[in-house]
């Protein structure tokens, strides 16, 4: 069965970067969009970014311009580049396949430093 292992997370201050990973271990990495999600605490999980099969991205309007989806089809692997990190952004991450969903990896977390 495809797995999903999300990692890169970590403590992290105000403004400061991060770079999440998410790997796959399945088939058919390139055919489907790949997405990041995020989560707090009793709330659903909420769409961040995707990448298409083709390689366009989009990204939701809170991350836009701080945040970068990538993905490196021959490594089954996807980014999340994020900067100027805000206290809002210190919630669990986690990546899928919104059009072929996978079972959920167990996510990375991003804690933030006052």
């Known amino acids: 069965q495809a797995q999903i292992v999300e990692s890169g997370g970590g403590l992290v201050q105000p403004g400061g970067s991060l770079e999440l990973s998410c790997a796959y271990f399945g088939s058919s990495f390139n055919m489907f969009t790949m997405a990041w999600y995020r989560q707090t605490p009793g709330n659903q999980r909420e769409w961040v970014a995707s990448s298409s099969r083709g390689g366009s991205t989009n990204h939701k309007d809170f991350v836009r311009g701080r945040f970068t989806i990538t993905k490196d089809n021959a490594k089954k692997m996807g980014y999340l580049q994020m900067n100027s990190l805000k206290a809002g952004d210190t919630v669990v991450y986690y990546c899928?396949?919104?059009?072929?969903?996978?079972?959920w990896g167990p996510g990375t977390q991003v804690t933030g430093l006052s």
């Open positions: 899928n396949f919104p059009n072929s969903w996978r079972p």
